[in-house]
């Protein structure tokens, strides 16, 4: 790819400069698009308005209307149509302005996209993206989580990034990947300004499927993912300096399929397991991970599995409900020294 | 067991042939309707005032809000694009609100405080509610806007489009069962006919002939921009594809907008099933609309009319003064609401596994 | 209520005979109806055709067209109606032929219905039901059961009953009740001959939220529901007979809000838990329980807490595959051997 | 960048104001399609000759899956209303199939065995994928009938109604982008055009202009019952609302089927955008008509025809054979196919704690 042409913008890479996880998406759809002709965008306001968060700011002069696709509101409409364009051998990524209004595709998700594979249609590369995620004070409907709407259909995968890093590397892989995935980006770590980082300049990918040891430690597993990894690590100093414990975090990323392997072998080190979600409480994702690490790993336990989480209600619009509503920093080091002290 | 008026047939045109009677229900015996559909076309002085000082409340409430915005108080401040505030108000202004739970219901996309207000919300509750975290009406939760008040008949935006066809569908359904001479209106934007639950909500009270009135709120100031949500010249093409009367009204003109809304309500209310109405905005300011037409006419003078704006302005400001001097109140214990018990008032965001109360 | 008017087939309970899980349903519904005007049933051809199972065979003769609706295919727009006709106090019970159908009213469920009490528009008493579940060779879109779909949800009560007794009365609790329910009933449990019980001449209800033990144990504690509950029942038989193992079984019956104590309770007795479920593996309800004992039970635990599930796949067609992917009894036996011996 | 027709408008009748050529992909240039909406009114004396044998196929197939499943062998043996064959056979030879993976595509909701065979699923093929557990050409899986053969062109009626008009649509974009001459066709029942998945799937496409053809199937056998579905007399009422071009045929003459769906296809192929054909059932035998037609018109004699079918019912009769005498393949490791990847190979009903390696 030479950068004649390229947005100025999506050249910070390029220029080896710092990158906000957003830029790092932004780049990762932006190159794939330059390498695969077959690589196209639908979505809501992402052409002539560059998208509700700007990730696609200046596609559509450089890949013109055919590939970046202005769609009408109809969620379940052109979710569908990518699937059909996917059967026709391209490869559409699918903008959802947030994440809660994937709702209205759920039925094609689920019913079509998850089964298609085995109803004997083939491969059906296809990446719906878009913000996930509280604390913006976005009330109850752009505020959501949305794994565990599709955490038990049999044939998507899910992919949760927490750095820009991972971000970029996630997205292409999961573009390249032949099988429908859903990408989840945290709308509060789009611009933070913590994770701004200077990536390789190459072409680089993240294989979905592999956590990611965070930091190691020796007395407690803290499993994770999205922007519970940044306050699970605020906890794992507070723990370490004030407890002297030795808190090892785990970031999952690839949520479907989960990498229990990485999950077993560190509870088979420290024999204590506190999952961490944002999302809210009763049938999250911890409920999966504490049923096979019981399976597999039950007699290396020296303590109950935990979890901090939301608590189980709408998000609140209120900031400091919202506050009280997801989970902090001091409720996670609460956890942890309960465990590490079990 | 009667027929129910929900099956039967009708012209081809999509039209209705006449004005069925609710049927099939057995229960009360429903108010007697004798609309005539002239009967209201021409709005009284009073009444025009009314409108006149519904926009400017409207107004100026939605300035003080992109203030409080930018002040970084409030999230959600209306940022749609300017000179809509009259179809809210037009629509509220037509119909019949009551505060004891058996007026029209009133379902608004636009948060016009002067549209809320005739629908029970106070300009304090308004400032209230955008300042979530306070006590506002609804709770601390706060609600983004999302303010449901039944017994006013005032249903909030819910985000996700076309939702609230379908609520409502089911809201006038009961009107029917129980016998009840009221309508719905939901409002929606253009936008949101490309939504399943649009099309399915209207699918639905088309067929049982609910006596709900569909607005859509056209947005016509950019075409090119309208022209990529949809082919259409006019929504009201698609009201043949669903068997509705429909009508188009200028978005700027508020004795339009209140006529055909008030029109197509008593069409509904007498037992026409569903009716759709256009409101198309074209930038065009309907509070100066409106002004040089009760100055022409002679309804009121430049000096009233600007006496009735200031005193929407201060009006506002007295509100929001008084909110944010309120005290906050004791913050967790609203919470819950999640389900009818009230039950799981605790936090819990980890349990204790020594005490399985906490479970 | 008297006899007047009603059906032959709908006085079964009144004459003392024998009901079918099917018939248990249909009086539920019918004397709700007959008891309450504000309780009204809408759905795809339960009127003139009085159902795709005849649940509601001679409703629209007895009650009417205006409290036996038959609907558009339009499971969003109906249900989202039934939530409209709720605000106005009445009680709708919408049916849905296949719950596998009930994936175009997610958007309303989820995002309106659940949320609508928090929003603070008051009760919402509305019951959604129908017929779910695999063993029929429906295939991947007449098989599903949808528990999981939404049992992330809060504001939503989630019931799912095994045997005819509480099928009519948790359905007349869940009419009564002034929150959204979902109610599940397997097909396979439909007429079953084994199911056939005579019910109680009275109006009674089976409160929600309450478990069963459906027999008690000191081994092992087996938690499910629906149809699994007597495959399970069939295990415990053959392990007792074949082993001498005593095994508790709980029906959870309600899965949201679930009866936390029935479980623990139980486990404090046997030390070793064993969940059943025909839904698939990951993400399945099976996580939330064994979640809820580690962090309420975990020093009572003397074995790994295990699952017996349907397969990660959609329902297979082809009935050697489909048998292939349930969850059987010689499944559930060899299971609960190995963690009694544990 | 080249503007992209699919934000070109058109006239306010709904009908696309001219042939706009498919721009803006920069990709092939596409097969120019001089089509000429008359050429096609009249189908040759072989064309009838197969339509006629279509039919025969499709209802002798359909009785012999009856008795298939009157003996517990076959589930989901098509239980609709009579003599609607003739809609998929006519739809289907209507299009340009192609075994290649470059044809037309044809999304079927009536599984008309002669339809299917055109569409590359052969006889034996057929029986094979009801007699799901047997070595079908869909794997064991079997698929209650949704046979995908994207090589071929053919997609599974996918149960949940509605859906396969967003995911055809999308499959039309696919030609646009690629510049490819090729047309979508989607059916589906009357019943279908209430769900949400139709309007957004249609509402997409038309906004797009998708080279794709609506196929209505309206069973207008039971009126009142029709009625109860939907109010309209015609589906073609609902394409003014999306901005489609629209037709309604009898689905009892073969010849207008194919006419009207092969015009269709043409003006969706040269860039006018979505098409709307309603074929109405009304109880009519199309076998019977086609039999009276070519009679009378000796296209061929009684005799020949009654031998077309009797060779029908006998190439059913040995494909049966033949399936019922192979040999069921070993069973499970058919399985699975749920990941590109196709991971989890093993049962995993429960897992042994023991070992790592079974989770
Ligand atoms: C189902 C759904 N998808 C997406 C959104 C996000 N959204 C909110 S407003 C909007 C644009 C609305 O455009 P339009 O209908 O033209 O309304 P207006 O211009 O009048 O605001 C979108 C996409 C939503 N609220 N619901
Ligand atoms: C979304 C959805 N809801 C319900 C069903 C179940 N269903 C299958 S066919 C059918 C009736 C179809 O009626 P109609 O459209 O008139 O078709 P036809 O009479 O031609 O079979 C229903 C409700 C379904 N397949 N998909
Ligand atoms: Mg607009
Ligand atoms: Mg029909």
């Known amino acids: ?342 | 067991m009667t027929p129910d008026a929900g099956d039967a047939p009708e012209s081809s045109s999509g039209l209705p042939r006449s004005a069925i009677p609710f049927a099939g229900t057995g229960r009360d015996s429903r108010e007697p309707v004798h609309a005539d559909d002239t009967a209201d076309s021409i709005l009284g002085n009073a009444e025009l005032r009314d409108l006149f000082s519904a926009v400017a409340v409207s107004r100026a409430a939605a300035s003080r809000l992109v203030a409080l915005e930018d002040a970084g108080l409030v999230r959600g401040a209306p940022n749609r694009p300017a000179f809509r505030e009259g179809g809210a108000v037009g629509v509220a202004h037509a119909l019949r609100p009551a505060s004891d739970g058996t007026g029209d219901i009133f379902a608004p996309t636009f948060r016009a405080a002067g549209a809320l207000e005739r629908y029970g919300l106070s300009l304090d509750g308004f400032f209230e509610e955008h300042l979530a975290g306070r006590a506002g009406p609804f709770r601390e939760v706060g609600t983004e806007l999302h303010h449901v008040d039944l017994q006013a008949g005032l249903l909030a935006p819910v985000v996700p489009l076309g939702l609230l066809v379908e609520v409502v569908g089911g809201m006038c359904l009961g009107f029917r069962m129980r016998g009840e001479a009221r309508v719905g209106v939901v409002c929606d934007s253009d936008g949101a006919t490309s939504t399943g639950a649009w099309h399915e909500g209207l699918v639905f009270a088309a067929a049982r002939r609910c006596p709900m009135v569909l607005v859509v709120e056209a947005g016509r100031e950019d075409e090119a921009a309208a022209r990529r949500h949809s082919r259409l010249e006019s929504f009201t093409e698609k009201a043949r594809g669903y068997g509705l009367g429909s009508a188009s009204v200028d978005g700027a003109d508020l004795s339009e907008i209140v006529v055909a809304v008030r029109h197509a309500a008593e069409r509904a209310r007498r037992g026409d099933g569903v009716q759709l109405v256009e409101i198309r905005y074209t930038g065009v300011d309907p509070l100066e609309r409106l002004r040089t037409r009760m100055v022409a006419d002679e309804v009121a003078s430049e000096d009233e009319l600007a006496t009735l704006e200031a005193r929407a302005a201060s009006r506002c400001a007295a509100a929001l003064e008084r909110v944010r001097n309120a005290s906050l109140s004791g913050a967790h214990d609203t919470l819950p609401g999640v389900y009818a018990e009230s039950e799981r008032t605790d936090r819990r965001i980890w349990a204790d596994p020594g005490s399985t109360q906490a479970v």
């Open chain 1, 1 to 342: 790819m030479t950068d004649q042409g390229v947005p100025e913008h999506l050249l910070k890479t390029r220029n080896q400069e710092p990158v906000t996880l957003l830029e790092a998406i932004s780049e990762a759809l932006f190159e794939e698009m330059s390498a695969d002709d077959d690589v196209f965008l639908l979505g809501e306001d992402i052409g002539v308005y560059g998208g509700a968060f700007k990730v696609t700011r200046g596609f559509l002069d450089h890949f013109g209307a055919s590939r970046v696709i202005d769609t009408p509101i109809a969620e379940g409409g052109f979710t569908g149509a990518a699937a059909g364009a996917a059967h026709m051998g391209l490869r559409p990524v699918v903008e959802i302005q947030f994440m809660d209004f994937i709702s209205p595709a759920y039925d094609v998700i689920t019913n079509y996209i998850a089964t298609s594979r085995y109803r004997g249609a083939g491969p059906l590369p296809l990446v719906i993206r878009g913000p996930v995620g509280g604390g913006n004070r976005g009330g109850p409907f752009h505020s959501q989580n949305v794994e565990m709407a599709f955490f038990h259909t049999p044939g998507l995968k899910i992919v949760y990034p927490s750095t820009s890093y991972d971000a970029k590397g996630l997205l292409k892989a999961a573009i390249r990947d032949d099988n429908p995935v859903l990408f989840e980006e945290h709308k509060g770590l789009y611009r933070a300004p913590a994770l701004r980082e200077v990536l390789p300049d190459e072409d680089y990918v993240v294989p979905l499927g592999v956590a990611r040891t965070v930091r190691e430690g020796t007395d407690l597993t803290l499993v994770t993912y999205g922007a519970m990894v940044h306050k699970s690590t605020e906890a794992a100093e507070i723990l370490e300096r004030d407890d002297g414990a030795s808190v090892e975090i785990i970031d999952l990323r690839t949520l479907l399929p989960m990498d229990d392997e990485a999950v077993v072998e560190s509870v088979k080190k420290t024999g204590r397991l506190l999952i961490v979600h944002e999302d809210t409480r009763t049938g999250g994702i911890a409920g999966e991970i504490a049923m096979r690490v019981s399976e597999t790993a039950f007699e290396w336990l020296d303590a109950p599995m935990m979890r901090v989480t939301a608590i189980d209600a709408p998000v609140p619009y209120s900031g400091s409900l919202e506050d009280y509503f997801l989970p902090q920093t001091e409720d996670i080091v609460e956890a942890g020294r309960y465990l590490v002290a079990y």
